[in-house]
């Protein structure tokens, strides 16, 4: 019975539905192979410490509110749920439930008594999601239900991991080397199957730029990033953002991964830098300005610039230039809106 | 994908008896097939499918359609007439043999399955079945619109989506409908493909939806998904709701359009467009305003970066 329990929640973990609907699918599932009255799955945020509920059963919306709320989280964290063990019921405690403010402010309240809680983690350890089965009972979940639940519990992960379908995206960038999952304020956590990279790491100007494109509301961007400095001592590399695009996660923004850059149409690193000010909208007295040279240089280098685009105006330079992901986003850049 | 296909070959070893084993990917545009992974002495056949005549001569032999595996001892010639016995195996001591074509379940042809034996009696009647029984698994395992169909739902939530091939050809994509704006020879798809092919894993722009009064509009966006060492799949084409287009009409967008191909003298937009110049200069006033731009430059990245735009080979509705 485990082992058709578990093919079925895998082969809901590998079907083509979105997170939400594979989530109501696992909760149903479930529960023909272990019983409950009620039950809450949610994500796990890996910045901050809270929940985002991604399907329920048989939970009115003031309990729903209250349990996606700090007070929960902080339970979970406190009874050491978050961590990966076997379920836990409350009754397991060695103090009475109505000490825990989620069970005297909510559950008890909703006649909720008994439930299993427990941590979902992936096969590379990161921590997923969470899930909860409540009854209406006094009476604590008998072992076998207990061992099911636990058993059933590994292939859980992998049907609401919001992970996985950002992976799959990034697989529209050839030749990746490196990636990196991007969260709200700036956060970033390892992207799965991915290698990092210093640029992106938490804090660096690539991150605070992929998180300016998402926020703009764009759902792919690529541009270059010269490495080793400004000059691009070691060349450039190409970064590509991509938005996420399940809502679910309410932290969770996109990607960003780098990958070699294959034809620069022999620009130079300054060309390049000229051109991304153009991209952004810079008179040329403003590139001058920028980049601290005299307007005529900047003309010089737009001649440049139109004959190796193959571009007779300055705006078909850009649009080519950005087609071709040649944009250098300059950090001081006065003239982006 | 190489992975999947050497497991399959290593799974097929412990239940059927081979010396040398060969899964390929069929290119059916420029008919060839890619090997994805072999085991064994597989060299003669990579020499043999490196050859122009092989995809013609698997053809003749009626492997490249979907029928049961063919054993070496049922085709009706003798093997020294078949030129990848006769040049290619025979001298290389094979006298046994098992092929199949790969048909996925939804009867795409994807690659070839081919299992050599040094000793004549094998493959048997017996083998044949185990191998019939798994070619239509290993095809769906190997079939690449899967995975396009997962990377094309991660990007866009999109209503319909196809494949497109580097030939022109449209083939489902797992998961999604179709849709009549992304039949063979549309012009959105002809537009989605020229635009890829100057750069870019992706791109979008708006289209009038079809069959709508008015200013409906449908999003397009594509995904160059071309592994061109593999296969002929090039192109992800997806349609979905159009987004915040900002306020801006079908002439503001198709204006836009215009100036991202670089027409950005107003008195060739309004020709181009068949409006007054006064039309064209309040347009492009609005556009400059709604993408809170300041030149026509940064307008047009702002445009080609939003997908905010209908490219001129895009039709009216």
């Known amino acids: 019975m485990s082992a058709a329990a578990s093919l079925e929640l895998a082969e809901i973990a590998g079907s083509a539905a979105p997170l939400p609907s594979r989530a109501r699918d696992t909760l149903e599932t479930l529960r023909r192979h272990v019983p409950f009255d009620a039950a809450w799955l ?3 945020d890996p910045v901050g410490s809270s929940y985002t509920p991604v399907a329920s059963t048989d939970l009115d919306p003031g309990t729903l509110g209250y349990l996606s709320g700090p007070t929960t989280a902080h339970d979970i964290e406190v009874t050491g749920t978050d961590r990966s ?16 403010r989620t069970w005297a402010e909510c559950l008890l309240p909703a006649g909720i008594h008994e439930n299993l809680s427990v941590a979902l983690f992936d096969g590379g350890g990161r921590h997923v999601g969470f899930l909860a089965l409540f009854y209406g009972g006094t009476e604590p979940p008998s ?3 207990r061992r099911r639940l636990h058993r059933l519990t590994r292939v859980l992960a992998p049907g609401i991991d919001p992970l996985r379908s950002l992976a799959a995206a990034s697989r529209v960038v050839r030749g990746a080397t490196a990636g990196t999952v991007l969260y709200r304020y700036g956060a970033t956590r390892p992207l799965p199957g991915m290698d990092g990279d210093a640029l992106l790491a938490q804090g660096s100007p690539v991150i605070a730029l992929a998180h300016s494109y998402i926020d703009d509301g764009q759902v792919f961007a690529s541009f270059l990033w010269p490495r080793g400095g400004r000059h691009a001592p070691d060349g450039h590399v190409r970064v590509t953002v991509l938005a996420s695009p399940e809502k679910t996660a309410a932290s969770l923004l996109g990607t960003v991964v780098l990958s070699p850059v294959t034809d620069l149409r022999g620009l130079t690193p300054r060309e390049l830098e000229v051109l991304g000010l153009l991209i952004d909208g810079c008179s040329n007295q403003q590139i001058a300005r920028a980049l601290v040279v005299a307007p005529r240089t900047v003309a010089a280098h737009l001649e440049h610039i139109l004959v190796k685009l193959d571009a007779h105006s300055r705006t078909l330079a850009a649009v080519r230039a950005e087609r071709e992901g040649l944009y250098v986003p300059l950090p001081s850049s006065a003239c982006r809106g | 994908m190489a992975e999947r296909a050497a497991e399959v070959l290593h799974r097929l070893g412990r239940i059927v008896p081979f010396d040398a084993g060969w899964v390929a990917l069929r290119d059916p545009e420029r008919q060839r097939h890619v090997a994805l992974a072999t085991t064994g002495p597989a060299g003669p056949l990579r020499d043999y499918f490196g050859r122009p005549e ?6 003749s032999l009626g492997l490249n359609r979907r029928c049961p595996p063919m054993l070496a001892s049922d085709i009706p010639i003798p093997l020294r007439e078949v030129r990848a016995w ?58 690449r619109t899967g995975d396009i169909a997962e990377t094309a739902r991660a990007v866009e939530k999109a209503d319909a989506g ?8 449209v ?17 959105i798809l002809a537009v989605a493909a020229d635009e890829l092919a100057v750069g870019g894993a992706c791109i979008g722009f708006l289209a009038p939806a079809p069959g709508a009064a008015g200013d409906r509009l449908v999003r397009v966006t594509a995904l160059d998904v071309a592994r061109p060492e593999l296969d002929h799949l090039a192109a992800a084409v997806l349609l979905g709701p159009p987004g915040d287009s900002h306020g801006l009409t079908v002439l503001d967008l198709r204006i836009l359009g215009l100036l991202v191909e670089g027409v950005i ?7 181009r467009l068949r409006v007054g110049t006064d039309a064209v200069a309040r347009s492009l006033g609005r556009s400059l305003a709604a993408l809170q731009t300041s030149d026509l430059t940064a307008t047009a990245v702002r445009a080609l970066r939003g997908g905010l735009r209908i490219p001129p080979g895009v039709p009216p509705a």
């Open chain 1, 42 to 44: 949610a994500l796990a």
């Open chain 1, 85 to 100: 063990r076997p379920p836990l019921s409350v009754s397991d405690l060695p103090y009475p439930a109505a000490n825990l």
């Open chain 1, 143 to 145: 072992t076998v239900v």
């Open chain 2, 54 to 59: 092989a995809d013609d001569e698997v053809d």
């Open chain 2, 86 to 143: 006769s040049d290619h195996l025979l001298p290389a001591g094979f006298r046994g043999g098992v092929a199949a074509g790969l048909f996925t379940s939804s009867g795409r042809h994807v690659g070839f399955l081919s299992l050599l034996t040094a000793d004549a009696p094998q493959p048997r009647e017996a083998d044949r079945r185990v191998v019939a029984t798994v070619t239509t698994v290993i095809a769906d395992e190997l079939d």
């Open chain 2, 162 to 169: 196809v494949v497109l091939t580097r030939g022109g050809d």
């Open chain 2, 171 to 187: 083939l489902p994509l797992p998961g999604l409908p179709d849709h009549r704006l992304l039949a063979p020879g549309s012009p």
């Open chain 2, 265 to 271: 003298d107003i008195p060739a937009l309004g020709r």
